[in-house]
């Protein structure tokens, strides 16, 4: 397995209560059986989109996510829904955004994958990847001359550090000592193609020392590490020490996209599924006590039912009126531009 | 009223925006300890301190990309691309990040930043060229474009307090052009063109570096008694349509000049807006674009000259529109 020789978080981190790691795992949870539901429905016709789904993925955005402040802000990749699920986007509002109706927070203009929601914190990320490094750099860079203490945490895949946008946005991130963590979730596959066509190196986090920059690898099957390696870059930022770099090797259990076809070997996907990070937190809660099958099932009896009236409720929304696809081009209506 | 060149009164507004609104910052490629290679932001990092005027390496996707994201958290920026062919590296950020980044949001993140673009006329293909189309073409962004000192002054102040992305496209050849420029800080509304010479036989349309030829075409056909009227739109997102047709339909005959290549350039677009109106129904003769015919500006002195619209250009294209 390539996970072999990554930092495993050693214990539960004293500043998660019980509540926290539930909290946690259900949004692993909940983060799942979305993938799971949105890929029924988009194989069964049903969906206007395709999708990006993060099953296998859930322990990177919520160990990224879990102990930022709302006053942080962050830019996820395509991939990293589970960003979404900790900052406080309800199933429906996810829903409502597939559906592209008039429950969606872009109304309609942007996928469900590329919706900020500014109000929690989320930044839209550009389809063009890696475009959101320099970005978050810029916000980090905005916030600490506001005068706040928030910190930008920018998800890429491994695919991102192949565009120029990750070098000028680590560099400048490094220079200008930006408030920024920078997570790269490397699933071992840019699209289609293995990551070695377009990584001539094993780690990502290697390529943090060119930039006078602290890189860590951590398995991105284990929320826990996830969740260490981001809070210790996250007191850095806010320190004002600068920024980081935190590489999860972690893996998809589905396609990179519903509508392609699996390129990877079954048996390579059959025994990165024995690397669950469900499986894996569930695990260590149980020996710890503070989760039993019977809360899982619980718990998730009730994701399946918000997931059930999420998927009904958007599924009956009606579009947007028309008009809103000429509104907020800019601040001005598009009439006054005169041309 | 006293006197400034452009690159003084660029730099005054600049100055006067750091001095009136802390989220305004200034960054580019040699713009702090230099001062710009043009002088422009010469002082300012003296002035208002390493925070808030800062060098950058070479990474213009980086610093557009930069701009976005400050500017998304409330800040306005204005970032540089020392040359205008360098606008190509960074149109990702531009063209995709900033200029979308309301409409994706449905307004609830915005990006009030200005890129300033500086075209080098001459040089070689690659610094002299003139892109205000390729992003004029963008929904999203708005396009400025001044001549004069006293506009530089006036639209670059309304650009960084513009709630939206704004390219602002400047000329080395008008850097040193001087006018009369009020002291305190005002603005020039985006998207109000100026009538610098008033004419009755025909209109030129014109912007940028042009408006000066245009003006000197202008001056020596008033001696062969051919009345000019040169408009100088200053601003090509917003447009003004009003000023435009009205000069039209007043002198019945169009030239529309500028340095970018013709096929696809702006012109073309004044033209389509023109035949799309009523004015064009006032029109005496076809119109006539003078531009750059459609090759990349050479770097030698014995050619550009050739590839450039000069005042002789212009004056073909009026006797043209007049026949």
Known sequence: MRCNGVNMANATPEDLTPDDLREMYRLMLLGRRFSERAMELAEAGRLPTGLHPSAGQEAVGVGACYGLRDTDWIMPSLRTTEAYWTRGVTLLQMMNAIMANSGSISMGKE??????????????????????????????????MKGTDGVGVCFFGDGATARGDFHEGLNLAALLKAPVVFICENNLYFQTVPTEIGLPIENVADRAASYGLPGTIVDGQDVIAVYEATREGVRRAR???????????????????????????????ARWKQRDPLTIMAGSLKDQGILDDATIAKTDRRIGEELDAAVEESMATPGPDAREAFTHVYAEPIEAMNI | ??????????????????????????????????????AVTAGLQKEFGPERVFDTPIAESGMAGLAVGAAMMGMRPVVEMQFTGLITVALDQIANSAAKARYVHQ??????????????????????????????????????????????????????????????VEHVSLYGREGPVPEEPYTVPLGKASVTRQGSDVTVVTYLSNVPIAEEAADELAAESISVEVVD???????????????????????????????????????????????????????????NEGVPVPHSHHLYPHVLPDKDDVIAGIRRALD
């Open chain 1, 111 to 144: 996928s469900f994958h590329h919706c900020g929601y500014p109000e929690l914190g989320i930044i839209s990320g550009p389809a063009i990847v890696a475009a959101q490094i320099p970005m978050t750099v810029g916000a980090a860079l905005g916030m600490r």
């Open chain 1, 239 to 269: 320190q004002g020490e600068g920024p980081s770099l935190v590489e999860c090797k972690t893996y998809r259990f589905f396609r990179h996209h519903s509508t392609l076809r699996e390129t990877r070997s079954l048996d390579e996907v």
């Open chain 2, 1 to 38: 009223m006293r006197t400034l060149q452009v690159r003084e009164a660029l730099r005054e507004a600049l100055r006067q925006e750091l001095e009136a609104d802390p989220s305004v910052f200034v960054f580019g490629e040699d713009v702090a300890g230099y001062g710009g290679l043009d």
């Open chain 2, 107 to 168: 307004g609830g993140l915005t990006v009030p930043m200005v890129v300033r673009t500086i075209n080098f006329g001459k040089g070689n293909a690659y610094v002299a060229q003139a892109l205000e189309a390729w992003v004029a073409h963008v929904p999203g962004l708005k396009v400025v474009a001044p001549s004069t000192p006293a506009d530089s002054k006036g639209l670059m102040i309304a650009s960084i307090r513009d709630p939206d992305p704004v390219v602002f």
């Open chain 2, 233 to 291: 739109l200053r601003t090509l997102v917003p447009f003004d349509r009003e000023t435009v047709l009205s000069s039209v339909s007043k002198t019945g005959r169009l030239v529309v000049a500028h340095e970018a290549v013709r096929r696809a350039g702006f012109g073309a677009e004044i033209v389509a807006v023109v035949t799309e109106s009523e004015a064009f129904r006032d029109l005496k003769a076809p119109v006539v674009r003078v531009a």
